[in-house]
């Protein structure tokens, strides 16, 4: 049976989705088809309000409403400690174990030069600006034990050899190549507690 268009766009956009196939995208389609009005025009606004509203905090490059995230803008947070992760989702991972009272740098993105990622494009010259700047004693790396990831974190390591600050990782927990988004929250807990020192201060 062939959609009407409206149908067929809205089939075509969810499929562009990351992880929505065809299938998939249609039955999410079918699905918002037969929600209330009122729901659908609260989620297509709540999707246009993400694309106005939110920003990267110019402090940590985190996900925020306004020039910092509500970690920077946290007086109680320690800005000695700083963990540096890929993503704002392994951000939320990591404040998920509820034990990190750090701040964090987000890099967005590892080091692939095959994509053209280099140092500048995955903010590692602005973490080296912040260190040169804050009084940090100490730089987490908490980034996954894939491929892509231990190649950055051995640049990272190399980049801070020079600093006065002490160089740590996540350490047990983490099996090689699991992604830290996906570790559960004692995983995460137990990785931050053990985590390991790779430079000394």
């Known amino acids: 049976m062939a959609f009407p268009l409206p149908l067929k766009r809205v089939i075509e956009n969810l499929s562009r989705l990351p992880g929505l196939g065809e299938k998939s995208a249609t039955r999410l389609a079918l699905y918002l088809l037969g929600r209330p009005e009122e729901e659908i025009r ?9 694309k106005e509203k939110i920003r990267l905090c110019r402090h940590c490059f985190n996900f925020a409403e306004d020039d910092l995230c509500s970690i920077c803008s946290d007086p109680d947070r320690d800005p000695g400690l700083i963990c540096v992760v890929e993503d704002p989702a392994d951000l939320a991972a990591i404040e998920a174990a509820g034990i990190f ?21 995955i903010r590692l010259e602005a973490l080296l600006e912040r260190l040169k700047k804050e009084p940090v004693r100490e730089v987490l790396i908490a980034l996954s034990p894939t491929v892509a990831g231990e190649a950055t974190a051995s640049y990272l390591v190399e980049l801070l050899k ?32 053990a985590r390991e020192k790779v430079l000394p201060s």
């Open 42 to 50: 609260e989620l297509a606004q709540s999707l246009l309000e993400l």
């Open 101 to 121: 009272r750090g701040h964090y740098h987000v890099l967005h993105g590892l080091l692939s030069p095959r994509e053209g990622l280099g140092p500048r494009e």
């Open 162 to 193: 020079d600093l006065p600050v002490q160089v740590t990782r996540l350490a047990c927990g983490l099996a090689l190549g699991m992604e830290v988004r996906y570790a559960d929250r004692l995983t995460l807990k137990r990785a931050l507690l």
